[in-house]
């Protein structure tokens, strides 16, 4: 199939766009560079420009033939969002819209969207799909949103719908060829990693007054290559006029301070951290049920360990070129 991968010059992005060519198909990258990186498109053609570029977009899926939309480009920080919440329904609902308009003008049926556990609020259980969607961030109501949308289109258009709720990506490409490269790096084991490089003087730990085993929060980590591979498994779950939601995650969850020790082990570093403030807009604990994932989509995560996660995430960034870059 030809498959517009929006936002596949970023870091799920791009490790679906390896996981879809490597089952046969033909991904056409469209990306605007804003996180992503030119290196990252590698298997198949690049196209520069912004999902909210209706002309550009249209044009693009006649070009290509395109069967299928996967839609990773947003806008992604949760703590950012809080500030900045235009910049969030800019991107994610607006940005949707526009391009939605060139997918149904160009006469493509099909979608693949990244939600996030972010469009759940707190819980104290594993979540599942019929749980109550009750997000606490612009983000995550940014997400709500947008698979509103698409559930709305699937019903009035005969769109086909699969989204797929990631939980906490992470880990990276096994052959090191690609990873999470964000500048600056928000996300956790990243970060982590970065403290015990000595690339960052210390991890701040945002919150250690939880509600939850040992003060800090607690979230599920799932490999983004085992997210890549759903994406694929999705395109054979679309059907005309049916959006579908499915949760992705391993189902363990694990705080901030085990993040800490296991970076420590699996790296033989010290990770040097202060307690810091809570971060506005982060729920204690996110932990997915992806029954439904592994039921229907026949989702098999092949990197559920975490040490393997954050081996594969070390490996990438102690790598040569990586590292010239960050230091
Ligand atoms: N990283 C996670 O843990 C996580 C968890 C849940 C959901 N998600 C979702 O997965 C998707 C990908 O996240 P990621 O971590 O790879 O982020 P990322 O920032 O690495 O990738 C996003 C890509 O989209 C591009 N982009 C953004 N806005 C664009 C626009 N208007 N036009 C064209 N390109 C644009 C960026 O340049 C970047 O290459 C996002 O939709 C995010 O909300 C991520
Ligand atoms: O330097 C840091 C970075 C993070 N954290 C904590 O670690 C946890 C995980 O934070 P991340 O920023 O790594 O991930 P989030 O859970 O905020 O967000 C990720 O998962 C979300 C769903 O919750 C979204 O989908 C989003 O795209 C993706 O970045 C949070 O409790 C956060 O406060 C720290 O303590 N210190």
Redesign the pocket.
Known sequence: MNILVTGGAGFIGSHACKALAAAGHHPVVLDDLRTGHRRAVRFGPFVEGDIADRIKVEAVLREHRIDTVMHFAAS????ESVLRPDLYYANNVAGLLALLDAVRAAGVGRIVFSS???TFGPADHKIGENDRQAPINP??RS?LMAERILADYAAAFGLGAVVLR????AGSDPDGELGEDHDPE????P??LLAAAGLRPH?????IDYPTPDG??V?DFVHVCDLADAHVAALGAIEPGLFKAFNLGNGDGIS?RQ?IDRVEAVTGRPVPWRA?P??PG??PS?VADASAARRELGWIPRFGELDEMIGHAWAYMSGPGRMARLS
């Open positions: 992604a920080y949760v703590g996030t556990c972010a983000y995550g997400k990631y939980f906490n990506a928000t996300h956790l084991i970060a982590a991890l701040d730990v945002f919150g800090t929060c979230r901030v993040i810091s809570r971060r982060d729920p996110l």
